[in-house]
């Protein structure tokens, strides 16, 4: 419709829209019923005045809707600060600007109802309150202030509800800016993990996160990890309503952390472990679920599925020596060899020294203590025991072995229940899963340690 011709008069502009670039207007007619309405590209000869006034009420609504809708608490510094970020992205709708001085002015007591103390006090205290928020880790203020931005300079914000049923989608737009976040209380409790050993964690790791550069800050990339690892890689959408992020924000850092904080949290060692106790070997597989061009050095046989063979040397009192990760085609005794453990205990036996290790038959039974090992030796005393006597002696032993051995299986059966990209078999790489792992190791090897040092 032509809005020049004498029939067809504008009588308001009900909705905007923006298709392919072009900048459309929902046009009620002067003398026309609503159904009648039209979509109509406004040329430069249209009446100025009624659009801007269709623009100003349309930002009005919005905001008056924000404010109401969300009922904020005028005394929380979060809400200090959202609300300054609106003021400075669309200032320049003065009417906006009173309606939140006024929105404030008529609920809080701090600034002694003063609008203008109100903006000078939120210009001083700008640096300061973003510190508390970041600190905090309940909002972020960059993400929400980008975004705003965004929205107003495409002109995206939603249009002004035609009747009272579509008022409540006004306020669409700025929920999804200012989502639910969790506090540190429920984050702790969704994460599952002892409060010590998390904080202990962003203590060793909070440097060395900052090489990867995103949206949160060092404490949020450490739990962004925890979380990953803790409840598997199928948890994506947790990821993104906690921390507010995208899938592939999620999938980026976690690959980028990992590697970073894994240098942080070293405790295992060989160097360390204490030579005068005994100590424990054991294997266990990890099945991994990935195709991938050398597959066949993953694949293990007798179980028909590719794994990784994790090999982990324990002390009598449940400290962690060693955990190596190796390839799934690998058995008992050939990790043994691979990782250098074979030779390790025959370097103390060469040089007279006392190393004792327990392990399964599947182990080399010249080196470690094995259940035929221990039978050939109490096999040698027949002159001192009777036969009944020797085989009280090799039940009694076989128990002992036995339950000594369980501190093993224990630490795997932890590490199973407890982590969910265990637990989950995702389709990472494996050099990838190796990492995860290698650091699940570590945590659990710390988290011992603050349960005994209490």
Not at 139 to 164: A, G, H
Request: proline share 3%; glycine share 4%; aromatic share 10%.
């Amino acid at each position: 419709m032509d809005s020049n011709n004498y029939r067809y008069n504008v009588e308001e502009i009900l909705d905007k829209r923006i298709i392919d670039g072009s900048t459309e207007y929902f046009i009620k007619w002067e003398g026309y019923s609503f159904n009648e309405s039209t979509w109509e590209i406004l040329d430069d000869g249209f009446n100025k005045n009624m659009l801007e006034t269709f623009e100003r009420n349309r930002f009005e609504t919005i905001v008056k809707d924000f404010i109401n809708t969300n009922q904020f608490d005028n005394d929380d510094v979060e809400t200090i600060v959202v609300i300054k970020i609106i003021i400075a992205t669309i200032s320049k709708i003065n009417l906006i600007k009173s309606i939140i001085i006024k929105k404030l002015n008529s609920n809080t007591n701090i600034f002694n109802n003063d609008p203008f103390r109100i903006l000078n006090q939120l210009n001083e205290n700008n640096d300061v309150q973003q510190k508390k928020i970041i600190r905090h880790n309940y909002i972020n203020i960059n993400r929400l202030e980008r975004t705003i931005k965004k929205r107003y300079r495409n002109d995206t914000f939603v249009p002004t509800p035609l009747n009272k049923n579509q008022s409540r989608k006004t306020v669409r737009i700025f929920k999804d800016l200012y989502p639910t976040h969790y506090n540190q209380v429920d984050v702790y409790n969704e994460l599952g993990l002892p409060i010590d050993l998390v904080d202990e964690i962003v203590r060793l790791c909070r440097n060395s996160v900052k090489a990867f550069k995103c949206l949160l800050d060092s404490r949020l990339k450490v739990l962004l990890v925890l979380f990953f690892l803790k409840k598997g890689p199928n948890s994506t959408s947790l990821l993104k309503r906690i921390f507010s992020i995208s899938s592939a924000t999620i999938s980026r850092a976690v690959r980028a952390l990992i590697p970073l904080m894994i240098p942080c949290l070293y405790t295992i060692s060989l160097e360390l472990m204490n030579l005068n106790c005994l100590h424990y070997v054991d294997c266990t597989d990890f099945r991994i679920n990935r195709v991938h061009p050398y597959q066949f050095e993953w694949y293990r046989g007798d179980l028909k599925y590719h794994s990784f063979t994790i090999q982990i040397l324990v002390d009598e009192n449940g400290t962690i020596d060693s955990a190596i990760i190796g390839k799934g085609h690998n058995n008992d005794s050939g990790m043994s060899m691979l990782t250098g453990l074979n030779d390790l205990i025959y370097s103390f036996i060469k040089n007279g020294e006392e190393f004792s290790v327990l392990a399964d038959p599947a182990y080399n039974g010249t080196l470690f203590y094995t259940p035929k090992r221990i039978k050939n030796l109490l096999g040698k005393g027949d002159e001192i025991l009777s036969n009944q006597e020797r085989k009280v002696v090799e039940s009694r032993f076989h128990h002992f072995q036995a339950g000594k051995r369980s501190l093993v299986e224990n630490k795997f059966a932890d590490m199973k229940n407890r982590w969910g990209i265990v637990k989950q078999r995702g389709i990472h790489q494996p050099n990838f899963l190796s990492y995860c792992l290698i650091m699940i190791f570590h945590i659990e090897q710390i988290n011992f340690n603050l349960r005994n040092n209490k």
